[in-house]
């Protein structure tokens, strides 16, 4: 039994990602019963509803968009598994305040620079700013792998600029694919791992100097 239940144990760090998928499954069974409390929607957040800055990342158009996204969680962590930045053995709050953070500068940008956004679903632009963070974190390690994880979610996002939304992946989700809010997370991300990058040099330098000395 004992071995039975050490087989059913979770790899280490998955914690998060899998609480993750829970809030989200949790609020789209939610949003089936109240179709209306959770998305991003201008008009209602000016009317003070707050809540839908973060909420609206973490509900989903259709249970395509929800297990496609999902996905994507899990794939985002089997290829960066803990982060560096936050630490090898950073707690589950870490990453899901990280998550919270990106989704909050989202949902600001959306506000501030994207005022046609009056709706928004789905945690893509999340997942683009951990994968930015992840990249920046393997490059925080002298792993020359990240610069190329990075360059090539800077071609996705430029592409779809270029290009435009994916019609494919739009009528998946039976909706435009919000590649604002990709450049939004790709740019957060970024952003905040090289602050946490920056920040954390400063202090192994501080340390050896005051050793030093």
């Given at each position: 039994m004992a071995d039975y239940l050490e087989k059913l144990r979770f790899p280490a760090g998955s914690e998060g990602p899998l609480l993750l998928l829970l809030f989200c499954g949790s609020l789209q069974f939610l949003q089936s019963l109240f179709p209306d409390p959770?998305?991003?929607e201008r008009a209602a957040i000016a009317g003070g509803q707050w809540w839908r800055l973060l909420s609206g990342h973490l509900v989903h158009t259709n249970t395509a968009h929800l297990l496609l996204n999902g996905a994507a969680v899990i794939a985002l962590w089997l290829v960066f598994g803990r982060s560096a930045l936050l630490g090898n053995r950073h707690s589950v709050a870490k990453y899901l305040a990280l998550v919270a953070l990106l989704a909050l500068l989202i949902s600001g940008g959306l506000w501030l620079w994207?005022?046609?956004?009056?709706?928004?679903?789905g945690i893509s632009g999340v997942l683009h700013g951990l994968f930015c963070f992840g990249?920046?974190?393997e490059l925080s390690q002298r792993r020359w792998s990240g610069a190329l994880l990075l360059a090539g979610c800077a071609g996705k996002v430029a592409w779809?600029?270029?290009?435009?939304?994916?019609a494919a992946t739009g009528a998946l989700i039976e909706a435009e694919v919000a590649i604002s809010s990709h450049l939004l997370g790709s740019v957060s991300g970024t952003l905040f791992a090289l602050v946490l990058w920056i920040t954390r040099s400063a202090r192994c330098e501080g340390g050896a100097i005051h050793s030093a000395g």
């Open positions: 959770f998305l991003y994207f005022p046609n956004v009056d709706n928004y679903y990249a920046i974190s779809e600029w270029i290009a435009g939304p994916s």
